[in-house]
């Protein structure tokens, strides 16, 4: 096979063939059978990519706590955790097992606003690739073209995601240094306080703090996040239709093979290795991004101690002083437990978006 079969969220749907198999062709449509096409895929993105991102947040939220934890600890200060399962027992000792769901409102609103902006600015991105003439309209993309339109979506997501990342990152470590005691630290716990508390310090300009840092990890990631399910699910087709022809079947039987989604285990595997690759590879940048967004609101808080005079600092001095403080190793802190916790997450939210582009397409 020389390119990879569109799965379910890509290209345009056959005409009379919204059945919403993972392996669907493109052919041209009359403009308003199109349109209308088009349209109604685009709601699907949106809709069904949002319930996919609820669902995965839920499963990794308790995790991403512990990672935020982990990456955030200052600089200046002895390290407070030893390692993920230490940050484990102090945070459920501290606050119970419920107290890592701690902000999970302002996360839950952001995966769904991810996963479906993912979804559907990659489908923008791929037919920028069929509009300009990179791919004949009735061709299916390359993997390197589907690498591309990861990034692009990845690049467009990362302006919704990095205001909802601050708020999430600020309710997950809501001890900061000179951040005013604890009658302060607990109005913080929830979205609107601390929404109408960045607002009032730094103005609608500080809801992207630390947007270089999510843009880097959100175009680099989501590249490997399509590119990884897309090179997997290749690799599995081969793979089946091989077997196929062992078993003597004729080439009409691997034909219809390719019009059938792959096996649940197989697209878990997929899903799980696009979250890991995603995770993984700009990890660093998402490190340098949670210190960022976890430094004290306003430059230092409103007790008018020394941390109240301390500018914010900058994506590349943070990523120094991380440097000076503990090497490369200080930039993977929280890295195994991401990777690991990214696997079922990822498999689901694949699962349930196509699942549900399948059993119950709009177009």
């Known amino acids: 096979m020389d390119s990879v079969p569109a799965q379910t969220h890509q290209g345009f749907k056959e005409a009379g063939a919204a059945s919403a198999s993972h392996l669907t062709t493109t052919t041209s449509l009359p403009t308003k059978v199109e349109s209308r096409t088009a349209v109604m895929e685009a709601l699907e993105d949106i809709v069904y990519g949002s319930?996919?991102?609820?669902?995965g947040k839920y499963i990794e939220y308790p995790f991403d706590t512990v990672k935020v934890r982990l990456q955030s600890q200052p600089d200046h200060l002895p390290l407070r955790y030893t390692g993920p399962l230490d940050c484990f027992r102090q945070s459920i000792r501290a606050d119970g097992f419920l107290g890592l769901y701690r902000g999970i409102s302002a996360p839950l609103v952001g995966a769904a606003l991810e996963n479906s902006s993912l979804f559907f600015f990659e489908r923008i991105g791929r037919s920028l690739l069929y509009s300009s003439g990179f791919a004949p309209r009735d061709s299916e993309l390359s993997l390197s073209a589907l690498w591309f339109t990861g990034g692009f979506s990845g690049a467009f997501t990362?302006?919704?995601?990095?205001p909802v990342e601050l708020v999430k990152c600020k309710i997950q470590v809501p001890d900061e240094p000179g951040?005013?005691?604890?009658?302060?630290?607990?109005r913080q716990l929830k979205p609107i306080p601390v929404i109408k508390e960045i607002?009032?310090?730094?103005?609608?300009?500080?809801?992207?703090?630390?947007?270089?840092?999510?843009?880097i990890r959100e175009a680099g990631g989501c590249a490997a996040w399509f590119g990884s399910k897309e090179t997997t699910s290749k690799w599995f087709r081969g793979r089946n239709e091989r077997a196929l022809l062992k078993r003597g079947a004729s080439q009409e039987e691997v034909l219809a093979s390719r019009e059938r989604p792959l096996p649940l285990w197989q697209q878990a595997i997929a899903g799980a290795s696009a979250g890991m690759s995603y995770n993984f590879l700009f990890f660093p940048a998402?490190?340098?991004?949670?210190?960022?967004?976890?430094?004290?609101?306003?430059?230092?808080?409103?007790?008018?101690?020394?941390?109240?005079?301390?500018?914010?600092?900058?994506?590349?001095?943070?990523?120094?002083?991380?440097?000076?403080?503990?090497?490369?190793?200080?930039?993977?802190?929280?890295?195994?437990?991401?990777v690991l916790r990214s696997a079922p997450s990822?498999?689901?939210?694949?699962?349930?978006?196509?699942?549900?582009?399948?059993?119950?397409?709009?177009?």
């Open 51 to 55: 319930a996919a991102g609820i669902v």
């Open 158 to 162: 990362s302006l919704i995601l990095t």
């Open 179 to 186: 951040g005013g005691g604890a009658g302060a630290r607990q």
């Open 199 to 215: 607002f009032r310090h730094e103005g609608l300009r500080g809801f992207w703090h630390g947007q270089l840092g999510t843009l």
């Open 286 to 338: 998402d490190t340098v991004k949670s210190r960022m967004q976890t430094s004290p609101i306003g430059g230092g808080g409103d007790n008018g101690g020394k941390a109240a005079t301390m500018p914010k600092k900058s994506f590349g001095e943070e990523a120094r002083a991380l440097w000076k403080q503990a090497g490369i190793k200080g930039f993977y802190r929280g890295c195994g437990i991401t």
């Open 346 to 363: 990822s498999a689901f939210i694949f699962m349930v978006y196509d699942g549900l582009k399948k059993y119950f397409p709009m177009a």
